[in-house]
């Protein structure tokens, strides 16, 4: 399949670029539908999610989260809703060959800042419900290794499927927010930049983008969408790495929750449907590609494996593969509570649990994970979470010593599911095996009985005199994780 659609970065285009208005007064064109048009602007956000009726279930809150369906449905979601949009662009005058932008807010400059067209109050591009200072251009995403922008943590992952992976977890069947177990969760592209970028534009007080509910209604998610499913597919070319084989994900379609809509608004259907098999190649299966290859830049340089201090247990000669078991090794015994400061926590290893692995039968990965993850509503504040970060921390101290993010991007839907799924809550999982080399070859960490985990507010990048817009205290909004728990693989 030849390539005439080429999505374009929307840094690299003026404000007033044909292939930006033409998304603007296509986007107008699609609100003034009734929302019971398929093709409408409400129809196809609802699709995604909603908190009202309409339009009725099947079709409305299908988004695949906290799993292995999560890139392959929102691929599929995009792509519908790209071809919706291009008709309505020729329509209105504009060229056939019109393809989506896609916002790599990782580009450096100023490209962490919401693009100027979403922040004009005369477009439709413009909605109010966002994070203080984005709209007047006054905040920008957190950049640098730990920061929300970038997917270096992702890139590191050579495995698409499990858990703490590239990917996400492995289920047989869809549902919109997984019960999130041992086995099921998101994986590390959708934490970051996936989950925190919502965070970071939704904020404290009903952006839209903040919950998963309303997020397909900013013009903007459309853009951070196709930039996730590029990273996606940059993944695969940069690690030379391959999706799913199993049956579950490779033959799976999403009729069971409502599935998709043609540019007329017909349901496909029949052998028009897509699998996850069917989306894995864009430029030779559906026809769209990038203007350019831009990688995330890489993180901290790793370090040789070395040996960690007792009672961990040597690096084994030949690591065991995919399928080791999962033991915990150590865990908290009290919830963690946050509000929008910075709080440390001690993770004491159990001497008996480490003593009973068997090396040869292991990986050697070390897993930090977030239990329980609970909240009212998003706060819209993503934390930093790091290993043995000194009192008063440096730069390259927060670089070295940064484990991931913590978002609680999707709580009101773990919370309160829309279908028949059951409460419940979130749950994080991070790969330390990297960091635990760094921190044990610089001598930072000598007690290998005892990992110091530190939440720290991740700020947004603001100017002196707005500081006040960095960071979010969120008092009336705690997060409660209930359990810090480490892994050894």
Same mark, same amino acid.
């Given at each position: 399949?030849?390539?005439?659609?080429?999505?374009?970065?929307?840094?690299?285009? /003026?404000?007033?670029?044909?292939?930006?208005?033409?998304?603007?007064?296509?986007?107008?064109?699609?609100?003034?539908?009734?929302?019971?048009?398929?093709?409408?602007?409400?129809?196809?956000?609802?699709?995604?999610?909603?908190?009202?009726?309409?339009?009725?279930?099947?079709?409305?809150?299908?988004?695949?989260?906290?799993?292995?369906?999560?890139?392959?449905?929102? !691929?599929?979601?995009?792509?519908?809703?790209?071809?919706? %949009?291009?008709?309505?662009? *020729?329509?209105?005058?504009?060229?056939?060959?019109?393809?989506?932008?896609?916002?790599?807010?990782?580009?450096?400059?100023?490209?962490?800042?919401?693009?100027?067209?979403?922040?004009?109050?005369?477009?439709?591009?413009?909605?109010?419900?966002?994070?203080?200072?984005?709209?007047?251009?006054? *905040?920008?995403?957190?950049?640098?290794?730990?920061?929300?922008?970038?997917?270096?943590?992702?890139?590191?992952?050579? &495995?698409?499927?499990?858990?703490?992976?590239?990917?996400?977890?492995?289920?047989?069947?869809?549902?919109?927010?997984?019960?999130?177990?041992?086995?099921?969760?998101?994986?590390?592209?959708?934490?970051?930049?996936?989950?925190?970028?919502?965070?970071?534009?939704?904020?404290?007080?009903?952006?839209?983008?903040?919950?998963?509910?309303?997020?397909?209604?900013?013009?903007?998610?459309?853009?951070?969408?196709?930039?996730?499913?590029?990273?996606?597919?940059?993944?695969?070319?940069?690690?030379?790495?391959?999706?799913?084989? $199993?049956?579950?994900?490779?033959?799976?379609?999403?009729?069971?929750?409502?599935?998709?809509?043609?540019?007329?608004?017909? /349901?496909?259907?029949?052998?028009?449907?897509?699998?996850?098999?069917?989306?894995?190649?864009?430029? &030779?299966?559906?026809?769209?590609?990038? $203007?350019?290859?831009?990688?995330?830049?890489?993180?901290?340089?790793?370090?040789?494996?070395?040996?960690?201090?007792?009672?961990?247990?040597?690096?084994?000669?030949?690591?065991?593969?995919?399928?080791?078991?999962?033991?915990? %090794?150590?865990?908290?015994?009290?919830?963690?509570?946050?509000?929008?400061?910075?709080?440390?926590?001690?993770?004491?290893?159990?001497?008996? /649990?480490?003593?009973?692995?068997?090396?040869?039968?292991?990986?050697? !990965?070390?897993?930090?994970?977030?239990?329980?993850?609970?909240?009212?509503?998003?706060?819209?504040?993503?934390?930093?979470?790091?290993?043995?970060?000194?009192?008063?921390? &440096?730069?390259?101290?927060?670089?070295?010593?940064?484990?991931?993010?913590?978002?609680?991007?999707?709580?009101?839907?773990?919370?309160?599911?829309?279908?028949?799924?059951?409460?419940?809550?979130?749950? *994080?999982?991070?790969?330390?095996?990297?960091?635990?080399? !760094?921190?044990? @070859?610089?001598?930072?960490?000598?007690?290998?009985?005892?990992?110091?985990?530190?939440? !720290?507010?991740?700020?947004?990048?603001?100017?002196?005199?707005?500081?006040?817009? @960095?960071?979010?205290?969120?008092?009336?909004?705690?997060?409660?994780?209930?359990?810090?728990?480490?892994?050894?693989?």
């Amino acid at each position: 399949m030849t390539n005439p659609y080429v999505r374009v970065d929307v840094w690299s285009l /003026a404000p007033n670029d044909p292939i930006i208005t033409a998304y603007a007064d296509a986007v107008r064109a699609m609100k003034a539908r009734h929302p019971s048009d398929p093709t409408s602007w409400a129809y196809q956000a609802a699709m995604h999610g909603t908190q009202d009726g309409s339009p009725p279930t099947p079709p409305a809150n299908q988004c695949q989260h906290y799993s292995w369906y999560f890139l392959p449905w929102h !691929r599929m979601f995009v792509y519908y809703f790209e071809q919706i %949009v291009r008709v309505q662009v *020729v329509a209105n005058g504009g060229p056939a060959t019109w393809a989506l932008p896609y916002w790599n807010y990782d580009g450096g400059g100023d490209a962490n800042k919401l693009p100027p067209a979403f922040r004009d109050p005369s477009s439709p591009l413009y909605v109010k419900q966002r994070a203080a200072g984005f709209n007047d251009g006054t *905040v920008g995403l957190p950049t640098g290794p730990t920061g929300i922008t970038s997917a270096w943590q992702a890139f590191d992952l050579a &495995t698409f499927t499990g858990v703490g992976e590239f990917g996400g977890g492995e289920t047989n069947s869809p549902v919109q927010f997984f019960a999130v177990n041992d086995q099921i969760q998101a994986g590390q592209l959708e934490n970051t930049p996936h989950n925190a970028v919502h965070d970071a534009l939704g904020g404290q007080h009903g952006g839209l983008m903040g919950s998963p509910y309303t997020a397909a209604l900013d013009p903007i998610f459309w853009l951070h969408h196709a930039n996730i499913d590029r990273l996606w597919l940059l993944w695969e070319q940069q690690t030379q790495n391959s999706d799913p084989s $199993d049956q579950n994900w490779t033959g799976q379609n999403f009729l069971s929750m409502g599935g998709f809509f043609d540019v007329n608004g017909n /349901a496909i259907q029949g052998n028009s449907v897509l699998t996850c098999t069917d989306v894995q190649n864009p430029p &030779t299966q559906l026809g769209y590609t990038y $203007d350019k290859q831009t990688f995330p830049a890489p993180g901290p340089s790793p370090v040789p494996p070395v040996s960690w201090p007792p009672p961990w247990p040597a690096p084994p000669q030949a690591a065991a593969g995919p399928g080791s078991p999962r033991n915990m %090794v150590g865990a908290t015994d009290r919830p963690v509570r946050l509000v929008g400061q910075t709080e440390t926590v001690p993770v004491t290893i159990d001497d008996r /649990a480490v003593a009973s692995l068997q090396p040869a039968r292991q990986q050697h !990965r070390v897993f930090l994970d977030l239990d329980h993850i609970e909240a009212e509503r998003n706060p819209g504040q993503v934390y930093g979470v790091y290993l043995n970060l000194p009192g008063q921390p &440096t730069d390259a101290d927060l670089t070295d010593d940064f484990a991931g993010n913590l978002s609680l991007f999707g709580i009101e839907a773990a919370r309160h599911p829309r279908r028949d799924e059951h409460p419940h809550s979130l749950r *994080v999982s991070f790969d330390i095996t990297r960091l635990l080399d !760094r921190l044990a @070859a610089a001598g930072s960490w000598t007690d290998g009985r005892r990992l110091q985990v530190t939440f !720290r507010p991740t700020p947004l990048e603001a100017p002196p005199w707005r500081e006040d817009l @960095a960071a979010t205290a969120h008092p009336d909004l705690p997060i409660t994780i209930g359990r810090i728990s480490v892994h050894y693989v």
